[in-house]
């Protein structure tokens, strides 16, 4: 029996790094695009987040939860370079970015995969640090293969040498992005040049991977047992096209299967939802709570993989010691040591998060740099202060022998 979606999404996640010295300008492009519009969390239409986060990540990651009304009002009277530069004081800001004229405009070919882009977001911290996440849905298919294929195939659409014309006969389901080098331009446009992106060796030609999918009750239910459709999952988890038969790491791999029918998978290269429409949370709860709490966990995640990497390359470069030490020491008390949230599966999902991507071991190599470079400085300034000192008993030392000298006898 083939594998039959009910429900399913995709956001492909870009990261990037701005400049910091750059960064309010950068901040100011995008207010001045028409396309772009500055995202406002409120409990009312926001309470899951609100709920789900401790309040310190609320402060840093969703600032705008303590915008009112009247806050809100003001800021928008302002001028932009004026707002841009008041949002990069902010940790985090959030945009959300709107495609014009979004047209269908498919081709007349039976065997392409289409699909459209119904959200784009942009995540930006102000070290630098930012994520474009472009959602996808594809449209006019039930085929879980075509999911498999779509995924293993988009991630990719970034590299240079992908066909300019047609990648694999997938089609952009907006009259936006004509072929795969428009579509890289958008990217390029919205992100800027990959200079520093690639100083902290983020993979510029490779989306990060997240997806969800509820697969029809039919293949997973109480007769149907899991192990049924277990290897096209791990193709699934593994984000590997339908015809590919695979031998993974399960070292670097984790799974959490707290619900009966649904499986949240963990791996490097991204995170992936199964379920089975066999319980309706599975597609009425669950594809929100996925798109929302568990996504900006994630990218609370490969923030603090990338910002570790920034602040240890500064560490072996040695410029701006004290200014990085002082970064670092915040960024400990603020994120590292405290709770990102108190729910019992996004807090399971953040541990395998940090096993995962190994974040433990990234900041205690920053942290041994860090006391290194402590050790060093102390040392330094211990070796100044001796020398001070024998500098002032030398100048006592020949001011007690010219008095002596000079004293009458």
């Given at each position: 029996m083939e594998l039959k979606t009910k429900y399913q999404y995709t956001y492909f996640i870009y990261p990037f790094a701005i400049k910091e010295t750059k960064y309010t300008r950068y901040l100011l492009k995008l207010l001045k695009d028409e396309n772009c519009k500055l995202k406002i969390f409120r409990k009312d239409k926001d309470l899951d987040i609100y709920t789900y986060f401790t309040h310190r990540v609320r402060n840093y990651m969703f600032n705008t939860f303590n915008w009112n009304k009247t806050k809100l009002s003001k800021f928008e009277e302002l001028p932009l370079d004026t707002r841009s530069a008041i949002l990069a004081k902010n940790h985090c800001t959030i945009f959300e970015y709107t495609i014009k004229n979004d047209i269908q405009g498919k081709t007349e070919e039976k065997n392409g995969i289409f699909f459209k882009i119904p959200k784009i977001e942009i995540i930006c911290f102000n070290t630098g640090i930012c994520f474009l996440c472009i959602k996808t849905n594809i449209e006019d298919s039930y085929r879980f293969a075509d999911i498999l294929n779509f995924n293993y195939k988009f991630r990719d659409i970034n590299q240079e040498f992908a066909n300019l014309n047609n990648y694999d006969n997938i089609k952009v389901q907006t009259?936006?992005?004509?072929?795969?080098?428009?579509?890289?331009?958008?990217?390029?446009?919205?992100?800027?040049?990959?200079?520093?992106?690639?100083?902290?060796?983020?993979?510029?030609?490779?989306?990060?991977?997240?997806?969800?999918?509820?697969?029809?009750?039919?293949?997973?239910?109480?007769?149907?047992?899991?192990?049924?459709?277990?290897?096209?999952?791990?193709?699934?988890?593994?984000?590997?096209?339908?015809?590919?038969?695979?031998?993974?790491?399960?070292?670097?791999?984790?799974?959490?299967s707290k619900w009966k029918y649904a499986k949240l998978g963990i791996t490097k290269q991204g995170i992936t939802l199964f379920s089975s429409s066999y319980e309706m949370n599975n597609y009425t709860v669950l594809p929100k709570e996925f798109e929302e709490q568990y996504l900006y966990t994630y990218i609370m995640a490969i923030y603090t993989k990338i910002y570790l990497r920034k602040i240890n390359l500064e560490f072996r470069q040695g410029?701006?010691?004290?200014?990085?030490?002082?970064?670092?020491?915040?960024?400990?008390?603020?994120?590292?040591?405290?709770?990102?949230?108190?729910?019992?599966?996004?807090?399971?999902?953040?541990?395998?998060?940090?096993?995962?991507?190994?974040?433990?071991?990234?900041?205690?190599?920053?942290?041994?740099?860090?006391?290194?470079?402590?050790?060093?400085?102390?040392?330094?300034?211990?070796?100044?202060?001796?020398?001070?000192?024998?500098?002032?008993?030398?100048?006592?030392?020949?001011?007690?022998?010219?008095?002596?000298?000079?004293?009458?006898?």
């Amino acid at each position: 029996m083939e594998l039959k979606t009910k429900y399913q999404y995709t956001y492909f996640i870009y990261p990037f790094a701005i400049k910091e010295t750059k960064y309010t300008r950068y901040l100011l492009k995008l207010l001045k695009d028409e396309n772009c519009k500055l995202k406002i969390f409120r409990k009312d239409k926001d309470l899951d987040i609100y709920t789900y986060f401790t309040h310190r990540v609320r402060n840093y990651m969703f600032n705008t939860f303590n915008w009112n009304k009247t806050k809100l009002s003001k800021f928008e009277e302002l001028p932009l370079d004026t707002r841009s530069a008041i949002l990069a004081k902010n940790h985090c800001t959030i945009f959300e970015y709107t495609i014009k004229n979004d047209i269908q405009g498919k081709t007349e070919e039976k065997n392409g995969i289409f699909f459209k882009i119904p959200k784009i977001e942009i995540i930006c911290f102000n070290t630098g640090i930012c994520f474009l996440c472009i959602k996808t849905n594809i449209e006019d298919s039930y085929r879980f293969a075509d999911i498999l294929n779509f995924n293993y195939k988009f991630r990719d659409i970034n590299q240079e040498f992908a066909n300019l014309n047609n990648y694999d006969n997938i089609k952009v389901q907006t009259d936006c992005f004509e072929d795969v080098k428009n579509f890289r331009n958008f990217i390029e446009d919205l992100t800027g040049p990959n200079t520093e992106s690639i100083k902290l060796e983020i993979d510029t030609e490779r989306f990060l991977t997240y997806s969800y999918v509820c697969v029809d009750q039919e293949n997973w239910n109480n007769n149907n047992e899991f192990e049924n459709i277990s290897s096209t999952y791990i193709k699934f988890l593994n984000i590997l096209p339908n015809d590919n038969n695979v031998n993974y790491d399960k070292e670097n791999i984790r799974v959490i299967s707290k619900w009966k029918y649904a499986k949240l998978g963990i791996t490097k290269q991204g995170i992936t939802l199964f379920s089975s429409s066999y319980e309706m949370n599975n597609y009425t709860v669950l594809p929100k709570e996925f798109e929302e709490q568990y996504l900006y966990t994630y990218i609370m995640a490969i923030y603090t993989k990338i910002y570790l990497r920034k602040i240890n390359l500064e560490f072996r470069q040695g410029t701006n010691i004290n200014k990085t030490r002082n970064e670092f020491i915040k960024f400990t008390k603020e994120l590292w040591i405290n709770e990102v949230t108190l729910d019992d599966t996004g807090s399971l999902f953040y541990q395998y998060l940090k096993d995962v991507l190994e974040l433990k071991t990234t900041y205690y190599d920053t942290k041994n740099k860090y006391d290194i470079l402590y050790k060093e400085m102390n040392i330094e300034k211990s070796a100044k202060n001796n020398m001070a000192i024998v500098l002032l008993l030398l100048t006592a030392l020949i001011l007690n022998i010219i008095n002596i000298w000079f004293l009458p006898k």
